[in-house]
Each structure stands twice: as C-alpha cells, then as structure tokens.
C-alpha cells in the first residue's frame, strides 16, 4: 500500500475516483499514513465529487 500512497499524493489532482477514495482509505486505516479522519473525510468527498462530475457528463 505504501507504494500506492506515495503515487496518489504525488499525483492528486489527476487521480480518478477510485485512487482518491482508496487514498482516503488508507488515511482513515491509517494504513502507510498517519490516520487522519478529517483527510480521510476531505478525500472521499473528493472522489464523490468527481465520480458524480462524470456521470453529469454521460
């Protein structure tokens, strides 16, 4: 997993849904990251945000 935070937080901006939710998984575990709950919380808004973006598109 540590692996895959180092990416996501590199690249936040350009992640899709699925990587910021994961992201905000491993803040809220605190799995490779301190856990954060609040970020946890800020991410998964994120990733619902964009995941409902999307579907205005189709």
């Not at 699925?18 to 856990?35: F, H, N, R, T």
Request: charged content about 30%; aromatic content about 10%.
């Amino acid at each position: 997993m540590l692996s895959r935070v180092i990416k996501y937080k590199d690249t936040s901006n350009q992640n899709t849904a699925a990587e910021i939710y994961e992201l905000g998984v491993a803040y809220y575990e605190g799995d490779s990251v301190p856990e954060d709950d609040d970020k946890a919380f800020e991410l998964f808004q994120k990733a619902a945000d964009q995941a409902t973006h999307l579907l205005n598109i189709i």
